[in-house]
């Protein structure tokens, strides 16, 4: 079982920064694929970004060039660094982990969950 706990969310204006963590209790971090989710108010959790096992990454478009995810596994953490953020950002952000090698941008692919961080974007 692996407990994820979200961090670093806030209140921010547009076009500000925030770096969210996620920290883990599974001592072989490294063998999960982590992900990263929100979800509105209203709407379906959708997918952020993923980082394998090698620390290749992949972004949804709508934040791809203003999000970077990272991965310290020695730190047991997962990084979710977000810049230039928009009031649409406005969100839930969920870390998520998935023993694979594999990363996946479904949510139903991820066994793990953390709580949640609630990000707010305002104009």
């Known amino acids: 079982q692996v407990q994820l706990v979200e961090s670093g969310g806030g209140l921010v204006q547009a076009g500000g920064s925030l770096r969210l963590s996620c920290a883990a209790s599974?001592?072989?971090?490294?063998?999960?694929?982590m992900g990263w989710f929100r979800q509105a108010p209203g709407k379906e959790r959708e997918f952020v970004a993923a980082i394998s096992l090698t620390g290749l990454t992949l972004y949804a478009d709508s934040v791809e060039g203003r999000v970077t995810i990272s991965r310290d596994n020695a730190k047991k953490v997962v990084y979710l660094s977000m810049n230039s953020l928009k009031p649409e950002d406005t969100a839930v952000y969920y870390c998520?982990?998935?023993?694979?090698?594999?990363?996946?941008?479904?949510?139903?692919?991820?066994?793990?969950w953390g709580q949640g961080t609630q990000v707010t974007v305002s104009s």
């Open positions: 998520a982990a998935r023993p694979s090698r594999l990363y996946s941008i479904r949510a139903t692919d991820y066994n793990y």
């Open positions: 599974e001592r072989a971090l490294s063998t999960y694929t």
